[in-house]
């Protein structure tokens, strides 16, 4: 089963909006409270805590703040949750430390599973239920493939004071089409990488085709940071000392919001672009095994901080995952095929296309021009990988086994997907624990016996 998530906007009226706004307070409110136990935790017990922890201390939570029994819990722990990913990707050195997060800015909450709200729609329009609110809300919005919805997200965008129901609905996968009655074709095959210098390299067997960074992403950042600077001249509110925002201040922030909103349509239009164009055109394609996370991943030493830093900014700026997910489902949809290699046992970017000998030297990644010094083979390095990719699916790269099984390949639409972090899991996982300590308290009072 495939996810996919659409967005529709919401439209309440003045009792339901307070109840709204009301509820956002209070999942906003948990959230730093989370921070704030996280932090403390650390400085004075030096203890990390757990999303678990946080999660099972909920119910003694709303013992104490009684206004938090009317929520639906499991978007409370959804809320919880997002605290632990916040953490989590500070560890891998995605992003900054958590910070307190201002009611100003908070923008909404979670409902994790089918439970706990209802939408009325078949995809076009109509009406969202949330049982903990007991509100109904009119909803606006269209999308081409509807299925069964799964999780809610309620989004508040404050500068221009918009309600929005993110929806991921579940859509059956379909199966690939192939065969004789399918105009779809074998033949048709392309293997692509993601870079940094071009976003993106493509081979079909016969020729390559670069694909650039967008330029006009950059440019709209550039106007970005220009009007920011503006921005930080003008006198800002200050809570604490009750300063008000000046007119000029508020002109310009608005400007500011609209920049950024321009950046990632300008982005995710190109992608959508991109991809739509590649799936019409092939009917299989062939990848590796991306890892964002370790390539993104802060650098321990201070040599080469910066470099790295560069290199994290150009990869989630093209955003590659997002890239990826369109270009798959998009073939997927039509019942072509994803080829997902596996980088380490094929070693694409290391491998000689010609006669298949793996250059150790060519895994740093400022060689950009390989020369094989088996068979003399010249190739720039984002071509060479792609061209060993081709190969790889079509049976035909030499110093490697013949069959697609043994070098360790999956094709998207046979592998079962993980459900990483889901609350399913994680309520299992709680099972799991509250066991353990059931266990202890059993043999504990055995043992005092015995002394
Ligand atoms: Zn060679």
Redesign the pocket.
Known sequence: MANRRHTFRLYPNKTQEKKLLETRRLHCYLYNACIADRNYEYRVNKKSITYLDQQNCLPEFKECWVEYKELHSQSLQATVKRVDFAFNSFFLGIRKRPKFQSIRKYSGWTYPAKSGWKAHTNGKHGALTLNDLRINLRMRGKTKTWGVPTTLTIVYRPTKREWYASITVNIPDVTPKFGAESDLEYKSMVAYDLGCATALTLYNGTEFEELENPRFTQKTEEKIKKQSKKLRRKRSPNHKKKIKASNRWRKNRKKVSQLQKKCANQRKNWQHQVTSEIASRYDIGVTEKLNIKGMTRKTKTSKGHKQKAGLNKSLLSVGFGELNKMLTYKIEEKGGLMIILDTKKIKPSQR?P????VHKEWANLSNRYHI?D????EIPRDKGSVMVMYNVANNKQKGLGTSLSKCGCLSSTSTNRKHTGSMKQLGQMKHQKFQLKEGVVLETPSSYEAG
């Open positions: 000689c010609e006669c298949g000998h094989c088996n068979c003399g083979f």
